[in-house]
C-alpha cells in the first residue's frame, strides 16, 4: 500500500505552491501599495492647497507671522475639518491635564512636537480638571476680554 510519488511530481508540486504563495504576496503588495499611493496623492493635494495659501499670505499681508500659532492653529482647523467632538487637538501647553488619565475611553497621542491628539471613544468626554495656574491664567484673560469689550462699547457710545 504504499504509493510512490515520482520526483518530476514532487516538483510540479512544489512549483505550483510556490506560484501560488508568490502571487497571494503580489497581490497583497500591491493592493498595499496602491493604497498607500492614494494617501499620498490625498496629503500631496492638502499640502499644494495650504502651501498655495501660505505663498499669498507671505506675499501680501503686512503684518508680523506668529509661526507657533499658526501651526497650532494649522492643527486646530485639521481637527475641526472632521467635524466630529470625538477628537481633539490639545496644545502642548494643555498636554500636562491629560497625561496621567487611566481611562479606557480615552486615547492620548502625543505628537512630535510635544503637543497631542485625544480621541474619545463612544463619545464619552470626561471632565478634565485644569490646575490652579491654568484657572488662573483663563480668569485673566476672561477679565481681559469683558473690559476690552466694555472699553469699545462705552467707545461706540461716545
Do not use: W
Amino acid at each position: 500500500m504504499h504509493k510512490k510519488i515520482s520526483v518530476g511530481i514532487t516538483i510540479a508540486i512544489a512549483a505550483l505552491a510556490t506560484a501560488i504563495a508568490f502571487s497571494v504576496a503580489y497581490i497583497t503588495a500591491m493592493s498595499n501599495f496602491n493604497e498607500s499611493l492614494q494617501d499620498l496623492n490625498r496629503q500631496k493635494t492638502m499640502y499644494a492647497r495650504i502651501s498655495e495659501i501660505d505663498s499669498v499670505v507671505r506675499q501680501e499681508y503686512k503684518g508680523k507671522i506668529d509661526e507657533d500659532a499658526l501651526n497650532e492653529s494649522i492643527c486646530k482647523g485639521y481637527i475641526l475639518g472632521l467635524n466630529n467632538e470625538s477628537i481633539q487637538f490639545i496644545p502642548k501647553d494643555q498636554v500636562y491635564q491629560y497625561t496621567n488619565i487611566n481611562n479606557a475611553n480615552i486615547n492620548v497621542v502625543t505628537l512630535s512636537d510635544g503637543s497631542a491628539v485625544v480621541i474619545y471613544k463612544n463619545g464619552v468626554k470626561p471632565i478634565i480638571t485644569a490646575t490652579k495656574s491654568a484657572t488662573q491664567a483663563q480668569t485673566q484673560a476672561a477679565t481681559k476680554n469683558s473690559s476690552a469689550k466694555k472699553t469699545s462699547s462705552q467707545s461706540k457710545n461716545d
